[in-house]
């Protein structure tokens, strides 16, 4: 066998073992998001459970998505008894509290976005609050 044959099948040894460590990695991802998707599940509805005995909602979320001098514009997440409220609101300075966006999710819903979205930091920050 020839020097550049052996080279040839070196290249594709790499690759191959490239190829396989990148669906590996994608696999341990799908995995680790399963789980994180599964623990926020859980924990919303116990949440929710809570909620819908206290009468209390529970914030799970809050982040500050622009801010200037005076004024402040916010995104809030809260679980008000089955549904998560996400609201985006302005306020301060010359400008009117409003509420620019709200929707609202089941916890299922909630959780099939922040992980379809890979909103990490987000998924983490409401696993936080919810402990």
Request: hydrophobic share 35%.
């Amino acid at each position: 066998m020839s020097s550049q044959n052996k080279q040839h099948k070196n290249v594709n040894k790499k690759r191959s073992s490239l190829i396989l460590s990148d669906v590996e990695a994608r696999q341990n991802n799908a995995i680790i998001e399963d789980w994180l998707a599964e623990r926020l599940s859980d924990k919303l509805r116990k949440a929710s459970t809570v909620v819908q005995q206290t009468h209390i909602p529970l914030l799970l979320y809050r982040n500050t998505i622009e801010e200037s001098k005076d004024a402040l514009q916010e995104e809030v997440g809260i679980i008000s008894e089955k549904h998560i409220v996400i609201m985006t609101y302005a306020y301060g300075g010359f400008v009117t509290s409003t509420f620019q966006k709200i929707d609202v999710y089941s916890s299922d819903k909630f959780t099939k976005w922040i992980i379809k979205k890979r909103k990490k930091d987000l998924l983490l920050q409401c696993l936080e609050s919810l402990q």
